[in-house]
């Protein structure tokens, strides 16, 4: 079965609420970074909830928590083919996997937003500051939400279908 043949298996109301996914996310996430350059200047921080929530503007020209800080090119690599292989691993789930395609399409929006502002900025931008519990998380923004939360509904449905299959 072709990719073709396997993007017909799924309804044109799914391929639409994809669709829309993927354009909210990555416009959202370029929109709010926008806003944010051009009101903030790097380094600033805004207190939105006292002792919890800030927004701090930086820039982070590595991964997560800035690793690897400096190797940009490597980061639109990796990103490009994780993009790829997300595409043919899509094409290769069935309308049964419902979280893993939702985790795919919100995996793959947010690859898109931080690959942009690798791609036209050389890194990425950050706002969303946390501290809970005292713990000040790395600052981040709406795109490495979207990775998160999609790499988190994949792993669900990976250890439900093991729960209910009683593999290990």
Known sequence: MTMGDKMKNISTKNKIFYLITILVIVIGDQLTKFIVDSSMKLGQSQEIISHFFYYTYSHNKGAAWG??????????????????????????????NVLTRYGLVLTFSGLIGNLIDRLW???????????????????????????????????????????????S
């Not at 790395?138 to 729960?163: K, W």
């Open 67 to 96: 690793m690897l800080t400096g190797r940009i090119g490597l980061f639109v690599i990796v990103s490009i083919v994780a993009v790829v292989v997300m595409a043919v691993y899509f094409n290769k789930t069935t309308p049964k």
């Open 121 to 167: 900025l050389g890194y990425v931008r950050d706002f969303l500051d946390f501290i809970i519990l005292g713990y000040d998380f790395p600052v981040f923004n709406i795109a490495d939400m979207a990775v998160v939360i999609g790499v988190g509904l994949i792993i669900v449905e990976i250890l439900l279908e093991e729960y209910i299959h009683g593999e």
